[in-house]
C-alpha cells in the first residue's frame, strides 16, 4: 500500500482550507484518509501562525515508515524541518523574448556601443 501526505479540501466556495491528511494514494482527494496531521489556511496572511499547523510526532512517524508528501505538503514539512526541502525545477521564461529577438537586441547594443 502506498502511502501519501497530502490535501484533503474543505471550506466554502472560493474560502478554500484544506486538511494534511495520510491517504491511500488510490483514495480520492477529498474522500477516505487514515489520519489527519495537521491544517492548511490560505485565506490567512502568509507569516500568520495558524496558517499551517502540524503534528510533527505524527509526521515524523508516517515519513520515517515511507509515506510520500506532494509538493505542496513537501515545502510545509521542508519550513518545519522535518524532511529536505525538494528540489524544484526551473520554470521556463516564455514571456522571455526568443532566440532571434535576442540576437537582434544584441547587434542593436552592440551597433549603439559602436556609435
Do not use: C
Not at 515511507?66 to 521542508?78: E, W
Amino acid at each position: 500500500m502506498s502511502v501519501k501526505i497530502r490535501l484533503s479540501r474543505g471550506g466554502a466556495k472560493k474560502r478554500p482550507f484544506y486538511h494534511i491528511v495520510i491517504a491511500d494514494a488510490n483514495a480520492p482527494r477529498d474522500g477516505k484518509f487514515i489520519e489527519r496531521v495537521g491544517t492548511y489556511n490560505p485565506m490567512l496572511p502568509a507569516d500568520h501562525a495558524d496558517r499551517v499547523t502540524l503534528v510533527t510526532e505524527r509526521l515524523q512517524y508516517w515519513i520515517a515508515n515511507g509515506a510520500q508528501a506532494t509538493d505542496r505538503v513537501a515545502r510545509f514539512l521542508a519550513k518545519a524541518d522535518l524532511i529536505k526541502a525538494p528540489v524544484r525545477a526551473e520554470q521556463t521564461k516564455q514571456s522571455a523574448p526568443k532566440k532571434k529577438a535576442q540576437e537582434r537586441e544584441a547587434a542593436r547594443a552592440k551597433a549603439a556601443a559602436a556609435a
